[in-house]
T-cell receptor, first 113, second 115 residues
Framework: QQQVKQSPQSLIVQKGGISIINCAYENTAFDYFPWYQQFPGKGPALLIAIRPDVSEKKEGRFTISFNKSAKQFSLHIMDSQPGDSATYFC????????????FGTGTRLTIIP | EPEVTQTPSHQVTQMGQEVILRCVPISNHLYFYWYRQILGQKVEFLVSFYNNEISEKSEIFDDQFSVERPDGSNFTLKIRSTKLEDSAMYFCASNRKDRANYGYTFGSGTRLTVV
């Protein structure tokens, strides 16, 4: 019930292409869905987040698409660059009163020239 | 940009020894957390802390673990008697008062190796 399932485990995309990472959840009480980017040896850094009252959120080259009925959300990275090579985690949180983030298993993204 | 600072970056300890991992959260943040990440696996919640007490803890956070905010700036995680399976990256995080609209800020982590 508390799990967040993430796919794929690893992804190789050519420079300039679109990287797509998918997540699915079961707990309908989740109401905040962030994506984190993690470089080797560093902590996760918040990239972009969405609430279930919108279906899409865009910040620069990064877009979250959210499908509430399917309980799925995805991260799209447009014009992928070598500097985007990192591990990406989706996460979910129940609102006020329950602070913990439940993370997906992570996707190692590699952008090749 | 404000940062969450963790020390040490790497700690090696013998099984059965006590370790204390230290964190300095962002100064105006009120909510504090510890997470861990076993190598190659997902980030897992350990404990949340607010108003000088634990708000929530996971089943991982057993009696061997404790947290403390000994002064106005530090937030520590103590493992009393380390086991081999405690080897992981431990991340401290903090969040603002209006936390619902913000993500955590994570520190760079402490890599704990138990030998």
């Amino acid at each position: 019930q508390q799990q967040v399932k993430q796919s794929p485990q690893s992804l190789i995309v050519q420079k300039g292409g679109i990287s797509i990472i998918n997540c699915a959840y079961e707990n309908t009480a989740f109401d905040y869905f962030p994506w984190y980017q993690q470089f080797p040896g560093k902590g996760p850094a918040l990239l972009i987040a969405i609430r279930p009252d919108v279906s899409e959120k865009k910040e620069g080259r990064f877009t979250i698409s959210f499908n509430k009925s399917a309980k799925q959300f995805s991260l799209h990275i447009m014009d992928s660059q070598p500097g985007d090579s990192a591990t990406y985690f989706c996460a979910a949180r129940v609102g006020f009163g329950n602070e913990k983030l439940t993370f997906g298993t992570g996707t190692r993204l590699t952008i090749i020239p | 940009e404000p940062e969450v600072t963790q020390t040490p970056s790497h700690q090696v300890t013998q099984m059965g020894q006590e370790v204390i991992l230290r964190c300095v959260p962002i100064s105006n943040h009120l909510y504090f957390y510890w997470y861990r990440q076993i190598l190659g696996q997902k980030v897992e919640f350990l404990v949340s802390f607010y108003n000088n007490e634990i708000s929530e803890k996971s089943e991982i956070f057993d009696d061997q673990f404790s947290v403390e905010r000994p002064d106005g700036s530090n937030f520590t995680l103590k493992i009393r008697s380390t086991k081999l399976e405690d080897s992981a990256m431990y991340f401290c995080a903090s969040n603002r008062k209006d936390r619902a609209n913000y993500g955590y800020t994570f520190g760079s982590g402490t890599r704990l190796t138990v030998v």
